[in-house]
């Protein structure tokens, strides 16, 4: 697929992304036989992918990694749902912390740090070449840098579980919400039947716009961290709560966010959580402090 045709994909009406997401659908149950699953967050991308996919096939299982980062809000929302199964890490985030290294500035930029702190090669160390020059000055970085903390608390507990049960995911995510994400899309649309790993994305060409709105016109229940799904004057949906919610604990990306960004907006809704995530790892936290104090960030 070419850039065009995902922007023309992007700028069809949400009635027309809707049954051209179930046709997806449909095409990825029938090729697997029914033996697929919905990778479900409970935020608001996999609420909807939930409610479109049920609508279809309501005895499609759910699948929930409960992964110790979460909202509290996003956990008791997943409580509603019927039919999740849930996963667990083997290992928490702090543990994933101490023994692999902090997720910082990108999931890329990331992993070529954690290649220069950890290179016992020429090669791996020259990695720290393709780091931005503005975050160069991390690989001498007090505290150790890695991108794996997604691989061990997220994909591996959900590679386990395809591979006991044989089930193929529809996940739920959005090309427009990055780059690296625009490239996946481009590569193999919204069925990856050939990947190594094959996974739907029905949503892929989606936009946060629709998502809202489908949220709103449908009227689905939705966790209450986002807060009112609203329209300002031009028309256009925000939530007056959290935008995004991924990981609590994630410092990737947060130095890009306007303030309040989401330690600043923690410290006031989750004061106890905050506490837990700045206090030092040699008092029980998990000194996020001194990482958002080393890279610039506010807290």
Request: aromatic fraction near 14%; hydrophobic fraction near 35%.
């Given at each position: 697929?070419?850039?065009?045709?995902?922007r023309?994909?992007q700028?069809?009406?949400?009635?027309?992304?809707?049954?051209?997401?179930?046709?997806?659908?449909?095409?990825w149950?029938?090729?697997?036989?029914?033996n697929?699953?919905?990778s479900?967050?409970?935020?608001?991308?996999?609420?909807?992918?939930?409610?479109?996919?049920?609508?279809?096939?309501?005895?499609?299982?759910?699948?929930f990694v409960?992964?110790?980062?979460e909202y509290p809000?996003?956990r008791?929302?997943?409580?509603?749902?019927?039919?999740?199964?849930?996963l667990?890490?083997?290992?928490?985030?702090?543990?994933v912390?101490?023994?692999?290294g902090?997720?910082?500035?990108?999931?890329?930029q990331?992993?070529?740090?954690?290649?220069?702190?950890?290179?016992?090669?020429?090669?791996?160390?020259?990695?720290?070449?393709?780091?931005s020059?503005?975050?160069?000055?991390?690989?001498?970085?007090?505290?150790?840098i890695?991108?794996?903390c997604?691989?061990?608390?997220?994909?591996?507990?959900?590679?386990?579980?395809?591979?006991?049960?044989?089930?193929?995911?529809?996940?739920?995510?959005?090309?427009?919400?990055s780059?690296?994400?625009?490239?996946?899309?481009?590569?193999?649309g919204?069925?990856?039947?050939?990947?190594?790993r094959?996974?739907?994305?029905?949503?892929?060409?989606?936009?946060?716009?629709?998502?809202?709105?489908?949220?709103?016109?449908?009227?689905i229940?939705?966790?209450?961290?986002?807060g009112?799904?609203?329209?300002?004057?031009?028309?256009?949906?925000?939530?007056?709560?959290?935008?995004r919610?991924?990981?609590?604990?994630?410092?990737?990306?947060?130095?890009l966010?306007?303030e309040?960004?989401?330690?600043?907006?923690?410290?006031?809704?989750?004061?106890k959580?905050?506490?837990y995530?700045m206090?030092?790892?040699?008092?029980?936290?998990?000194?996020l402090?001194?990482v958002?104090?080393?890279?610039?960030v506010?807290?």
């Open positions: 697929m070419e850039l065009w045709q995902l023309q994909f700028s069809l009406p949400l009635e027309v992304k809707i049954e051209k997401s179930k046709l997806r659908i449909r095409e149950y029938e090729a697997w036989d029914g697929v699953y919905i479900f967050s409970g935020g608001k991308d996999s609420t909807v992918l939930l409610h479109i996919v049920r609508e279809l096939y309501p005895k499609v299982p759910a699948v409960d992964t110790g980062l809000e996003i008791e929302f997943v409580k509603t749902i019927d039919n999740v199964v849930w667990k890490p083997k290992i928490s985030f702090r543990e912390i101490k023994k692999y902090y997720p910082v500035i990108s999931k890329e990331a992993g070529w740090i954690k290649d220069y702190q950890i290179g016992k090669t020429e090669k791996r160390k020259n990695r720290i070449n393709k780091v020059k503005k975050w160069q000055f991390l690989k001498d970085a007090p505290f150790k890695s991108d794996d997604c691989n061990v608390l997220k994909k591996n507990p959900v590679k386990v579980y395809e591979k006991e049960n044989k089930r193929y995911p529809f996940i739920g995510k959005l090309a427009e919400e780059y690296k994400r625009i490239q996946d899309y481009l590569k193999t919204c069925n990856a039947f050939k990947a190594k094959p996974v739907s994305n029905p949503l892929g060409f989606w936009t946060e716009q629709d998502i809202l709105k489908y949220i709103k016109e449908f009227n229940p939705y966790a209450s961290i986002y009112e799904i609203l329209q300002d004057e031009r028309g256009k949906y925000y939530t007056t709560g959290e935008q919610t991924g990981c609590m604990f994630c410092m990737f990306g947060v130095h966010e306007k309040p960004n989401r330690f600043q907006r923690m410290k006031i809704t989750h004061p959580i905050y506490e995530c206090k030092p790892i040699e008092e029980g936290g998990l000194g402090s001194k958002l104090d080393y890279i610039g506010k807290y």
